[in-house]
């Protein structure tokens, strides 16, 4: 059974940072895809970030390119989003999700993705 669960979330200032954490479990990932993608009060969900296990190749929304990194660790089968010059339209709950064999023009979409974690929340105050 696949399972990703996200933690990392809290309270934080404008302008600070925190580290997302999505543990995976349950199968080899080495041809999937991980994404993160976040979704604020009233709105849709939004791509946030997503890399590859395989080669590392990252993609990012431009809301967050050159403040947001996305990452992975192969023996903990981790995937990490450090997030900097956090700003309050940042807050949101932020998912965590896993697809296998995304090609790279589809990664932001969520559809693409077959499973996903419960979600950690991340609130920016101004």
């Known amino acids: 059974q696949v399972q990703l669960v996200e933690s990392g979330g809290g309270l934080v200032q404008a302008g600070g940072s925190l580290r997302l954490s999505c543990a995976a479990s349950?199968?080899?990932?080495?041809?999937?895809?991980m994404g993160w993608f976040r979704q604020a009060p009233g709105k849709e969900r939004e791509f946030v970030a997503a890399?590859?296990?395989?080669?590392?190749?990252?993609s990012y929304a431009d809301s967050v390119a050159g403040r947001f990194t996305i990452s992975r660790d192969n023996a903990k089968n981790t995937v990490y989003l450090q997030m900097n010059s956090l700003k309050p339209e940042d807050t949101a709950v932020y998912y965590c999700?896993?697809?296998?064999?995304?090609?790279?023009?589809?990664?932001?979409?969520?559809?693409?993705?077959?499973?996903w974690g419960q979600g950690t929340q991340v609130t920016v105050s101004s």
């Open positions: 890399i590859r296990w395989s080669g590392g190749s990252t």
């Open positions: 349950g199968r080899t990932f080495s041809r999937d895809t």
């Open positions: 999700a896993a697809g296998y064999m995304i090609m790279s023009s589809s990664s932001d979409h969520e559809s693409r993705y077959d499973y």
